[in-house]
């Protein structure tokens, strides 16, 4: 067999990570795609190349939806247009000479139909969160799932807000993240926006199986004026973009429709229980461009394809992360001519429900969705924060380490600025330079004030600190700068005590004299030094 179908080299990741899962012995592995990556190109592939190493055995591909079977038969012909591929759904029994089977799960739910398929050396399950349910489980074991026989599942979102998942699927063995997706050029970015209205309360919308229950929200929706905000939103924000609107109940998506033709944009409705023929024709002219807006219950959300979609809107609030991305997903694949999606989020003024956000589309931490921004800068400008953290960590840890070191006596303000008390009239501080990670050294006096060195130069922590400690031995006695003063280990002096309580200082219990020191120069410090760099800064 030879492909005419050359897989993307995160594709062949994706397989090689399967086969090689196999041979070590766990059966039942699964991977994770982002919307658009081509798992149906992957699990298409995949096929083509075991079919093989099956001895005389075939291939199933088990789907849940006709758009999918569908697809993935029309997949695996561009892969391989030698491949005998039959589909078994409904009135169709097509398995008896195929080579690789895509079949209907609510098909093989009935018994006589699954008992009908013989010699199946792999099952591939496509949308495979679904795979905890019962007709999967039934129709899984059937083929062999639990003896042997090796599974892929292949999905853009390992979640499923009734579980179960981790009794299926025994290990993830590859995942690609969306912002990888995007940064190769596989997908196009995403930027959000918010629809608020202020009139849509969440808070009245009960949760059913982790998630808000449609019924309600839908009334939530229609009751709010949701719908009319929903299309003065795509007018003012995405009147030349084709896009897709996900509702939670028919009701909605009829409502949408009609408040988006209300307002100029061409739209048309499509869901579950639609005639077939009826749909159809509705996502051709959709494709085709005589309609710019699809709305729709919840049937959008697998085996759509319609790459020139660079809208959604999300006008279906939801807890679920996997779901939100199953959305979101569906307008961010390329087109000629599309620079990028535009993410549209109805949201009410207020909720105690925790809703997917823009964030959620990828499994990493990002932060906050900002307004303007895209998922990529979102991320981007994240990462340049984490950066600068991890960079001040290491500059605190490199400070701790050589001052805690040293045997001169080193204090720092509040504000950050270390420096050496030599006198009651003289204190030597480091003065970050704000370019760079290098130091200047400075000597303040009640008489001058501050004052640089003649060679006034930037240097390394450690080159600065080796200078100043020269300078405070030259200036002041070793006992007054040495942290190792016996005096520093006596108690307090009335001295000490009254200055403290005089400026307000708290003394805590048992302090040492040198303790107690510490305080009252770091005081004396701060009132100088702080409000010296502020100004200067």
């Known amino acids: 067999?030879?492909?005419?179908?050359?897989?993307?080299?995160?594709?062949?990741?994706?397989?090689?990570?399967?086969?090689?899962g196999w041979a070590a012995g766990t059966n039942r592995l699964a991977v994770v795609l982002p919307t658009g990556a081509g798992k149906t190109v992957v699990f298409s592939t995949l096929a083509h190349q075991m079919l093989d190493s099956l001895g005389g055995r075939r291939v199933l591909v088990v789907a849940h939806r006709e758009e999918l079977i569908e697809q993935a038969a029309s997949k695996l012909l561009a892969v391989d247009p030698m491949l005998r591929v039959g589909i078994v759904k409904a009135q169709r029994d097509d398995h008896h000479d195929a080579d690789v089977i895509v079949a209907s799960v609510q098909t093989l739910a009935v018994a006589r139909r699954r008992e009908a398929i013989r010699d199946i050396g792999l099952i591939i399950v496509d949308e495979c969160h679904h795979a905890a349910a019962r007709t999967y489980m039934d129709v899984l074991r059937h083929f062999g799932a639990w003896d042997g026989v090796p599974v892929a599942g292949f999905t853009a979102t390992m979640t499923r807000t009734d579980g179960g998942l981790a009794e299926v699927w025994e290990e993830v063995v590859f995942r690609m993240d969306i912002l990888d997706m995007i940064s190769d050029g596989y997908l196009c970015d995403v930027r959000g926006k918010s629809i608020t209205v202020d009139t849509l309360d969440l808070n009245k919308v009960k949760t059913r199986g982790g998630d808000l229950v449609d019924g309600q929200l839908g009334k939530a929706l229609e009751d709010s004026g949701a719908l009319d905000a929903i299309a003065k939103a795509y007018a003012d924000h995405a009147s030349d973009r084709?896009?897709?609107?996900?509702?939670?109940?028919?009701?909605?998506?009829?409502?949408?429709?009609?408040?988006?033709?209300?307002?100029?944009?061409?739209?048309?409705?499509?869901?579950?229980?639609?005639?077939?023929?009826?749909?159809?024709?509705?996502?051709?002219?959709?494709?085709?461009?005589?309609?710019?807006?699809?709305?729709?219950?919840?049937?959008?959300?697998?085996?759509?394809?319609?790459?020139?979609?660079?809208?959604?809107?999300?006008?279906?609030?939801?807890?679920?992360?996997?779901?939100?991305?199953?959305?979101?997903?569906?307008?961010l694949r390329p087109a000629p001519g599309k620079k990028d999606a535009l993410l549209l989020d109805v949201m009410g003024a207020a909720s105690r429900h925790k809703l997917a956000s823009m964030v959620d589309l990828t499994e990493r931490e990002i932060g906050q969705a900002q307004e303007g921004r895209s998922l990529r800068q979102v991320a981007e400008a994240h990462q340049a924060t984490e950066q600068r953290r991890a960079l001040a960590a290491q500059v605190k840890a490199e400070e701790i380490n050589l001052f805690g070191g040293s045997s001169i006596c080193w204090l720092r303000t509040p504000a950050g600025t270390w420096f050496i008390r030599a006198?009651?009239?003289?204190?030597?501080?480091?003065?970050?330079?704000?370019?760079?990670?290098?130091?200047?050294?400075?000597?303040?006096?009640?008489?001058?004030?501050?004052q640089p060195p003649r060679e006034d130069v930037a240097r390394p922590l450690g080159d600065a600190l080796a200078w100043l400690e020269h300078q405070a031995r030259v200036l002041a006695p070793e006992a007054f700068v040495s942290r190792g003063a016996r005096w520093r280990a006596g108690k307090p002096s009335p001295r000490q005590l009254g200055l403290c309580r005089r400026r307000g200082i708290a003394v805590p219990k048992q302090a040492t004299a040198g303790e107690i020191a510490d305080l009252i120069d770091t005081a004396h410090a701060t009132s100088i030094l702080d409000g010296l760099l502020a100004s200067a800064a």
């Open 1 to 20: 067999m030879s492909s005419t179908f050359a897989p993307r080299p995160y594709q062949l990741d994706a397989i090689e990570a399967l086969r090689t």
């Open 242 to 331: 084709p896009g897709v609107v996900f509702t939670p109940t028919v009701a909605t998506a009829q409502g949408a429709a009609a408040s988006l033709r209300a307002a100029g944009i061409s739209a048309a409705p499509v869901w579950g229980d639609m005639g077939r023929d009826e749909r159809r024709a509705t996502l051709a002219r959709y494709a085709s461009g005589d309609v710019q807006v699809l709305t729709n219950c919840m049937v959008l959300t697998e085996g759509f394809d319609a790459p020139h979609t660079s809208c959604v809107v999300v006008a279906r609030p939801t807890k679920s992360p996997g779901l939100y991305v199953q959305m979101v997903g569906r307008g």
């Open 423 to 450: 006198s009651a009239a003289m204190l030597l501080f480091l003065a970050r330079d704000p370019e760079d990670r290098l130091y200047r050294m400075r000597r303040w006096t009640a008489e001058g004030g501050v």
